[in-house]
């Protein structure tokens, strides 16, 4: 009798090995059952999670930027003083274009290169009398008036984002013309809205100090961030 039990606990043995498991081991059904909930739970955070990084992925404030910038600009420029002929001075728009780089030391302070071109010809009475010889006397015998061609305005500024997508800047640069080159000093505003691709659109606005005049400039700018992300 004891050979026919030590047969049987090693045919049971045998049985429970093939099994893969011993035999008080809990029912694989209730295992599934039991981890069922668990994988419920542990993908139950899934969507709030990826939601949070949607909004996350397009926030400015958060995750890495790119501290170059380069844009081009469409506008006018707004001559209070000038007009198209020396008979009728006033106000003139002068459509203008122009190029900008941007390098980005944070999210808030940048250095960058503002360079501008008008269009058209137009004549523009400055504040200095008409005795040096660059220009003439006004219809109305005041102020020197002057003709400018198509004149080239480059500035080195310092742009300062205090709130999200608003900029401020200021620096100081030369317009050339062929005739005669000023000294000027730009103050500016831009507000601007991302686009995909790392592309954004902004309206802006500018004035000008010049040594002899002044003016105004408005326009939509289209611009670039790209570089290593930061």
Not at 93 to 102: C, F, S
Not at 191 to 201: C, K, M, Q, R
């Amino acid at each position: 009798m004891s050979d026919l039990k030590r047969l049987a606990a090693g045919l049971l043995s045998v049985v429970v090995c093939l099994a893969g498991g011993p035999l008080w081991a809990d029912d694989p059904s209730v295992e599934d059952q039991k981890a069922a909930p668990s994988a419920s739970h542990e993908g139950a955070p899934d969507l709030p999670a990826e939601h949070g990084e949607s909004e996350g992925a397009g926030e400015h404030e958060g995750g890495p930027f790119k501290r170059h910038r380069i844009a081009f600009l469409t506008g006018n420029t707004i001559v209070p003083s000038g007009g198209e002929n020396e008979e009728r001075i006033g106000t003139v728009l002068v459509p203008t274009i122009g190029i900008d780089y941007e390098y980005w030391f944070s999210r808030k302070l940048a250095i960058g290169w503002y360079n501008d071109f008008t269009l058209s010809t137009f004549v523009v009475e400055t504040n200095r009398e008409p005795d040096d010889g660059h220009g003439t006397a006004s219809s109305e015998g005041g102020n020197e008036v002057v003709e400018r061609e198509p004149t080239f305005l480059t500035t080195v500024v310092i742009v300062w984002e205090p709130v999200h997508r608003l900029a401020l800047y200021t620096g100081g640069g030369r317009e050339f013309e062929p005739s005669e080159d000023f000294w000027v000093w730009k103050i500016g505003i831009e507000y601007g809205f991302p686009l995909p691709g790392d592309w954004d659109i902004a309206i802006g606005g500018s004035y000008d100090y010049k040594e002899v005049y002044d003016s105004f400039g408005v326009g939509v700018s289209f611009g670039k961030r790209f570089g290593k992300p930061r």
